[in-house]
């Protein structure tokens, strides 16, 4: 099933799932899921470090890359929503009001086509 097909919930029972099935609920502390993702996320980054910008928006053109890059991105979604799961976060109204936030932060008159007044550093969204 394609995204357009997929909730969240649906993914979020599918974590839910395997990880009972497997009775990994006792290793899943909110600590320890955070560290996982980290961890994927750096794996990720590892597929795209000392790649110029434009070679790394060609990697989809790259079959063998590009699935290396889609189960280290499967690996991160699925450690968030297993951390979700444990603190019972819904992930929907999180990025809903986030995105409000960041909104508000940068507004798209003033940040439309830079990431800052001054410099082209991306903008944090941790705050």
Known sequence: MSDQQTTISQLRELV??????????????????????????????EHFQWLPTEASRSIGQEPEKLQAVREELADVLCYALALANELEIDVSQAIRD???KNARKYPADQFRGRYGPTDNRPPSTDN
């Open 16 to 45: 839910r799932q395997f990880v009972e099935e497997r009775d990994w609920r006792q290793f899943h502390a909110p600590k320890n899921l955070s560290m996982a993702l980290a961890i994927e996320a750096a794996e990720l980054m």
């Open 98 to 100: 986030k995105m409000q």
